[in-house]
Structures are given as structure tokens and as C-alpha cells.
């Protein structure tokens, strides 16, 4: 479809635009931004007056739920959440019913999510079978399936001789691992160490438990050379230890979900179980360490960490519930939050939901341009409104999973429509 964008602020931030201009999409490119070349009729055309337009948002952490967690979400859902929420390209995890282990079943999760045109799948591969840690999956065909890196999701690799052999295998191949880092059998608590927990009650994983884990994988990075993506940083000495592996050369980047970025332990209140999350919410000082890393760009992207729960698993002691939160909604409104309390520059706050998230997948993306507003680019893009402030609720989300620890919370900048591949989708 021929498409005319009237009258909106165009920002890209990946290469610093931002001006008053027009975008002009035939069928599924971005044909000019400014004035349309001779002869152009559009067939729709959209006023985003006092609006921005920007590219589409690229999530890097968005559970699907399909297949074998049906009843928490499902394909059509979560994609139209991610839609509604201005995201046109998201990351699933492995951690699916059964295991993206086997070429088959990447390939029939892509089917099924190309049937629907809406955003773009990148699916990652499970880095051992079953993610039980222990035999190594077939990389090369995962890899020609669609998969563009390999991870563990939330499961820890009990051998370092295994997760050794991961990386050299992945480094030969020029494959990218993704990894949580959480030690093992310091990870299994519930809630932050600290005195909350323990007024409270609840089983502690502390800040050593992410240490650990990240000081065992950069030795490993720098015997192996492997490009490794960190998942979800959450406290303070992480930080400080990914600025050093940066400093140092390694082939590493990292990002951090909404909910570190903006929750503390306090948040958990009186045992709320939608503030029940892996990782755990931490302290004060580890969400300012978060939001100054995030912002001078020692951590990469900021992720959504999409997690449908059904109600049933959320509606019990807090430590028996299930871990997660729906956020792929929230992903935008959240950044701009983050940039107005903060006062990050607003090119910054876009930047790690669009261009920075696009610069970690890398050569995966086989030279798609995601991530960006460019002419002769992908007709991905978002309009959004920056003064509509709406409130959270969860019934009115898309998402099958309605629970989120920012339910009842005032957020800015509603996504209006979003255009995947310039097929239009209007947010109601």
C-alpha cells in the first residue's frame, strides 16, 4: 500500500534525526522522508500532528508462550501486544514446551508467526538439549532455521566444562551466546538477599549469585574469544564488572529489563505477588547503577522481559508463585518515563529500544535493517502520541497475561498505530 505520514516529528536515533518531516511507504519500504517524489499518490494517508514517528521497537527478551504454555498466552496474543506496544521485531527465548532444540520445531514456530504478518520473529535456540546442561545442541542447524544466537532462558549450565565447550564451539562459528548470569545453587530464592527478605521471610539470592556467575564467564570469554549477550543485569557489581569486560575488549553486551529498571525490593509490598520476578527485584542502589549504566551505554538495550502468567499461578504465596510479568506493552511508555525522570536525553531512552538492540543481534539479522527510519528502509515504524499519559490496567492489555507489578501506574506516550513491513495496524 502506498501510505502517506503527515506532519509528525521523525526521530531515528541511530543516526541523530529528529525534524518535522513527512514519511512516505510504498508497499514495504520507507520510499522517502520529506517531500513524496513526483507522481506519488497515496492511498491512505495518516495525520500524525503533535506526534512522533519513529522506528519500530526491536525487544530482545518477549515470551510467546507458544508452544506448550497455552493457557498463560498464546502466538496471536502476545503479537498483537508486542504490535500494540510499537514493537515490530522481538527475541523469543528457548524456553518453550518443548525446547527450541530441534530444527523442526523453530521452523514451525516461524511459520506459524509469519501467517500472522505482524511483528518479526528472531527466535533463539537453546544452547543443550532440553536446556539441561548437559549435550551440546546442533548449532549449525538451528542456525539455518532461523535461530540468531543460543541460550539457556532462565536454566543455569551446572558444568563449566560444558558451558566451556558452548563458547568455543560458538566462537568457531561466530554464533552468539546468550546467557543469564546466575549462579546455580545460589539462585534458588525468591527475592533479593537482604533485610527485607528476611523481615519477610523469603528465601534470598544475593548479589553473588550474579558475580559468580560473571566472573566464571569471562574467563571463559577470554580463553574462547565468544561473543556472549548478557540477560537482564541486575545489581550494582554486575554493572561494575561488565564495565570492566567492556574496558578490556571483550565481545560482550548486555541488557536489563523495565522492571529493574524502574522497581526496587520495596516494590513487593505486602507479599504482591505480580512483583515476583527472575531477577529479583534488588536495592535502591543497584536500580541507579542500572539506570547510569543503561544511560552511558555500558548496558546496551533495554528488554521488555515479556512473561505471560496465568492467573492461577499468580494468585499464591509469593514465593510459590510463578515468576514473571507482562511488559511487551509497556516497553516504550517505560523508556520515556525513564528519560523524563532521569533526565536521559530522549534520543538515549529511544535509542535503547530501537538501534541499540539491532547493534547486539548484529550479523544474526543477515544485513536486515531493523531498528532504523532510513529511505529505501524496512516500513517498520511506530506513531505515538507523547503527551496521551494513560494508566496501566491490567484487563485492558492485549496479552493473554494480565499480571504486572506497574498495574494502576500513570505512564507517558501512547503507541496510535504501528506499521510492520508498512502494513498498518491501528491500536484501539
Sequence with gaps: MKMLIRNGRVMDPGR???AQADVVVDGEKVLAIGAAPAGFVAEQEIDASGCWVLPGLVDLAVRLREPGHEHEGMLQSEMAAAVAGGVTSLVCPPDTEPVLDEQGLVEMLKFRAEKLHQSRLFPLGALTL?????VLTEMAELTESGCIGFGQAEVPIPSTQTLQRALQYAATYGYTVWLRPQEMHLGKGVAASGPLAMRMGLSGIPVAAETIALHTIFELMRGTQARVHLCRISSAAGVELLRRAKAEGLQVTADVSINSLHLTEADIGYFDSSARLMPPLRQQRDRDALSAALADGTIDALVSDHTPVDEDAKVLPFAE???GATGVELLLSLAVKWSRDSGVPLQRALAVVTCAPVQVLGQALGGLQLGSLIEGGLADLCIVDPEAAWVVSPEALKSQGKSTPFAG????????????????????
Excluded: N
Excluded at 409 to 428: C, D, H, M
Design 409 to 428: 501506574y500513570e505512564l507517558p506516550a501512547r503507541v496510535r498505530q504501528t506499521l510492520v513491513g508498512g502494513k498498518a495496524f491501528a491500536i484501539s
Design 130 to 134: 532440553g536446556l539441561k546442561g548437559e
Design 321 to 323: 508463585a510463578e515468576p
Design 16 to 18: 541523530g534525526f529528529d
